[in-house]
């Protein structure tokens, strides 16, 4: 059982496509006790990247669309690796198997656990050939992020929802285990650059089943890093 389910409206997200609902998305996120809910309801909710949270799930109702913003400025940068208390660096940003700087995806799981995307909304990276399609080999201040990027993760899930106009790769799990990736849509048009649907890279126990994928590259591509 859920013990809570907290609208976005009532953190001040407005849903109309125009305003920029990053702020008020992430303090619901922020807000919401583990073992509960944040609930997007029919609207369009334009946003730059949010950060998830261990056993915090996000519902995405019919109608409801989460855009990411259109200014690459608003897209914050993860550095290639990061301090790991004293094991030596852990990557954290990634480009086609190897530590980078890039930029943090629309929605990114940063070690979460217990936490499941789904609905009947759309996740919708707003990528497009005057944004992040425009240079798809040369970065931009980091790489291109991916639309949703789970590192270090487990016990995650994303099902029903529709995913579409990844800036690159569409649901990119990394070094994570126990993903279920079930009953999606991942959509982009037949000539972006790289938006591949689903990459496990570098993963275990990962389930991906009932996918509807087309997409401008590989549906499905299983990597382990480079070389």
């Known amino acids: 059982p859920e013990v809570a389910a907290l609208s976005v409206r009532d953190f001040g997200a407005v849903g109309d496509g125009v305003a920029d609902d990053t702020a008020a998305l992430q303090a619901a996120i922020a807000s919401c006790p583990a073992g509960g809910v944040v609930v997007l309801p029919e609207g369009q909710w334009l946003s730059a990247p949010l950060f998830l949270r261990s056993g915090v799930d996000l519902l995405l109702e019919a109608?409801?669309?989460?855009?990411?913003?259109?200014?690459?400025?608003?897209?914050?940068?993860?550095?290639?690796?990061?301090?790991?208390?004293?094991?030596?660096?852990?990557?954290?940003g990634t480009w086609e198997g190897e530590a980078a700087d890039m930029h943090a995806s629309l929605l990114t799981g940063i070690e979460v656990s217990d936490v499941t995307i789904h609905g009947e909304?759309?996740?919708?990276?707003?990528?497009?050939?005057?944004?992040?399609?425009?240079?798809?080999?040369?970065?931009?201040?980091?790489?291109?992020?991916?639309?949703?990027?789970?590192?270090?993760?487990?016990?995650?899930?994303?099902?029903?929802?529709?995913?579409?106009?990844?800036?690159?790769?569409?649901?990119?799990?990394?070094?994570?285990?126990?993903?279920?990736?079930?009953?999606?849509?991942?959509?982009?048009?037949?000539?972006?650059?790289?938006?591949?649907?689903?990459?496990?890279?570098s993963c275990e126990d990962v389930t991906i089943a009932g996918v509807h994928f087309s997409t401008g590259d590989d549906c499905i591509s299983i990597k382990s890093g480079k070389i």
């Open 63 to 92: 109608g409801a669309r989460l855009i990411g913003h259109r200014d690459v400025a608003r897209w914050p940068v993860l550095p290639a690796r990061v301090p790991a208390n004293g094991r030596g660096d852990q990557v954290l």
């Open 121 to 201: 909304g759309i996740i919708d990276g707003n990528a497009s050939l005057e944004t992040w399609w425009s240079r798809p080999k040369t970065p931009f201040v980091g790489w291109r992020p991916r639309t949703v990027f789970f590192v270090r993760s487990k016990r995650v899930a994303m099902e029903g929802v529709t995913v579409r106009n990844s800036p690159s790769w569409t649901v990119h799990p990394f070094r994570s285990r126990k993903v279920v990736l079930a009953k999606l849509k991942v959509e982009a048009p037949f000539d972006s650059p790289n938006t591949d649907g689903i990459n496990p890279d």
